[in-house]
């Protein structure tokens, strides 16, 4: 599992020209503190942490939904692909890991998420890149704007929900894999374009 964070290491190093490891600024907006290293690494090694945080976060997408309405897909275990209900899972997913492992934990879980997915197409992997880092913009930002540490789980959700569906009815989330923005960050297409060599020479990922 831990190739996974030499790939974002490797692509982090490259891209902002440090040399030094873990718990150093990027200067990309991205921060690596080492306490948060140990507990998103543990979470992307178990495959139960990561169903049963999958499972919370259905749990979650479907509560919004039924308050705010935005759109399923009507076909039975695919109710949240490549639809509105997809963007803001991944959205809120994102937000959640960035409050509970930091920004490189967000980024790493978010990543590796994308990396263990079968031939993962570029729309995909692009829309939910950009939502990703959507989610962690709102965390950012409610970490600014709010004592977290005063606020219920609950109630630091509820912010969430209603900041992602701002952001979802403006249009700055994207909602269909053939939207034609692109996302820009580095580390996420540098991983893609190692997925695809991987890919196209019959290698299996690490």
């Known amino acids: 599992m831990c190739e996974i964070f030499s790939l974002i290491g490797s692509s982090i190093r490259e891209s902002s020209g440090i040399t030094s490891s873990v718990a150093t600024p990027t200067g990309l907006g991205i921060a690596m503190p080492k306490e948060n290293i140990p507990s998103i690494y543990d979470f992307i090694k178990s495959k139960k942490l990561q169903d049963d945080y999958n499972d919370e976060m259905v749990r979650q997408t479907w509560k919004y939904q039924k308050k705010y309405g935005f759109e399923t897909k009507n076909e039975p275990k695919q109710e949240f692909w490549n639809v509105e209900a997809d963007a803001f899972k991944h959205t809120f997913g994102s937000a959640d ?10 980024l790493s ?5 994308e990396w263990k997915q079968h031939k993962n197409p570029q729309g995909e ?3 939910d890149s950009w939502n990703n880092n959507q989610g962690r913009e709102i ?28 952001r ?10 053939n939207d034609n923005r692109v996302y820009k960050g580095s580390i996420e297409k540098n991983v893609f374009s190692i997925q695809n060599f991987l890919e196209a020479k019959g290698i299996k990922k690490p």
């Open 109 to 113: 879980g978010g990543i590796y998420h």
């Open 125 to 127: 992997w692009n829309m």
């Open 139 to 166: 965390a950012k930002e409610m970490s600014k704007e709010y004592d977290l540490s005063k606020l219920s789980t609950e109630q630091r959700n509820d912010i969430l929900a209603d900041k992602i569906m701002q």
């Open 97 to 106: 890991l960035y409050f509970k492992y930091g920004d490189f934990g967000s």
């Open 168 to 177: 979802m009815r403006s249009g700055q989330i994207i909602t269909h894999p």
